[in-house]
T-cell receptor
Framework: TQLLEQSPQFLSIQEGENLTVYCNSS?????LQWYRQEPGEGPVLLVTVVTGGEVKKLKRLTFQFGDARKDSSLHITAAQPGDTGLYLCAGARGSSNTGKLIFGQGTTLQVKP | DAGITQSPRHKVTETGTPVTLRCHQT?????MYWYRQDPGHGLRLIHY???????DKGEVSDGYSVSRSKTEDFLLTLESATSSQTSVYFC??????????????FGPGTRLTVT
């Protein structure tokens, strides 16, 4: 059973389109992170959200943490081919100070020129 | 880029043989992690370390052991490799987990094939 469910798992869109990726759980997380991974490389952190209802923007990417801290979304405006990659959400639970994260299964995004 | 290297980058081994993967960091970060990545599963934590000689299990630790004798090195050993351990293995480091997890920096990965 996946503690963090991402949807959709695959997304293929044309350049210029908007899209939203969802990360859902029945559990509460103390914080949630979004990573982006390119083929043959390790994931790279995009953002960390901590407060319920928090919204963060990174250029054309908008990240939101749900009010109850059980879900998050990533919205990309006017997608570019350079946005192509695997997007992973990862949650931290409780007050553990080990930095342990639980990852979703990932969303593969393909943006066609 | 964070100074994390993994070796080897690719390995093919036979079922039943022991395999050791190495993660080396130059950042002096306290926390180190080993993950495996398989299609449809994202990243799953195998073991992690919160200091020299301090390690603990993750969610998929069966068949794996780890050791950390120095801050900079974290070794992952497959005691007797099985085909189900064919995967891409990532090492990650982090400075601290409290009160909010800081960024985990990932290595380039090791692709392991068990035949």
């Amino acid at each position: 059973t996946q503690l963090l469910e991402q949807s959709p798992q695959f997304l293929s869109i044309q350049e210029g389109e908007n899209l939203t990726v969802y990360c859902n759980s029945s559990s509460v997380f103390s914080s949630l992170q979004w990573y982006r991974q390119e083929p043959g490389e390790g994931p790279v952190l995009l953002v960390t959200v901590v407060t319920g209802g928090e919204v963060k923007k990174l250029k054309r990417l908008t990240f939101q943490f749900g009010d109850a801290r059980k879900d998050s979304s990533l919205h990309i405006t006017a997608a570019q081919p350079g946005d192509t990659g695997l997007y992973l959400c990862a949650g931290a639970r409780g007050s553990s100070n080990t930095g342990k994260l639980i990852f979703g299964q990932g969303t593969t995004l393909q943006v066609k020129p | 880029d964070a100074g994390i290297t993994q070796s080897p980058r690719h390995k093919v081994t036979e079922t039943g043989t022991p395999v050791t993967l190495r993660c080396h960091q130059t950042e002096n970060h306290r926390y180190m992690y080993w993950y495996r990545q398989d299609p449809g599963h994202g990243l799953r934590l195998i073991h992690y370390s919160y200091g020299v000689k301090d390690t603990d299990k993750g969610e998929v630790s069966d068949g794996y052991s780890v050791s950390r004798s120095k801050t900079e090195d974290f070794l992952l050993t497959l005691e007797s490799a099985t085909s189900s351990q064919t995967s891409v293995y990532f090492c990650a480091i982090s400075e601290t987990g409290a009160p909010t997890p800081l960024e985990q920096y990932f290595g380039p990965g090791t692709r392991l094939t068990v035949t």
